[in-house]
């Protein structure tokens, strides 16, 4: 068992940053990858980022290329999603998840790709 707690959400102005977090606990030691995902009222969920936890190799959405970092402390069991010159648009429920075992795909975007969920959190941005 994995569970997942994810901190940071809340309101921002269209322009600045936040920087979200996500504490992992339990059966961590196999991590695959580590992934941030949203959802926005209405819509489904897509895919955000992603970050191999042991190479530290990351992937990007394109609609937050260049504008968000995802990052790790292995020492801390934690992944970041640091979001710069956020929009309207990157405003949704913020959800990380946690992909154990490597399934061939080196990147994993879907979400079943992943295991476990964490609760979410909201990311508010206005313009």
């Known amino acids: 068992q994995v569970q997942l707690v994810e901190s940071g959400g809340g309101l921002v102005q269209a322009g600045g940053s936040l920087r979200l977090s996500c504490a992992a606990s339990g059966r961590t030691f196999s991590t695959f990858a580590m992934g941030w995902f949203r959802q926005a009222p209405g819509k489904e969920r897509e895919f955000v980022s992603t970050i191999r936890w042991r190479v530290g190799s990351t992937y990007y959405a394109d609609s937050v290329k260049g504008r968000f970092t995802i990052s790790k402390d292995i020492s801390q069991n934690t992944v970041y999603l640091q979001m710069n010159s956020v929009k309207p648009e990157d405003t949704a429920v913020y959800y990380c998840?946690?992909?154990?075992?490597?399934?061939?795909?080196?990147?994993?975007?879907?979400?079943?790709?992943?295991?476990?969920w964490g609760q979410g959190t909201q990311v508010t941005v206005s313009s």
């Open positions: 998840a946690a992909d154990l075992e490597y399934s061939g795909i080196y990147f994993p975007t879907r979400q079943d790709d992943y295991d476990y």
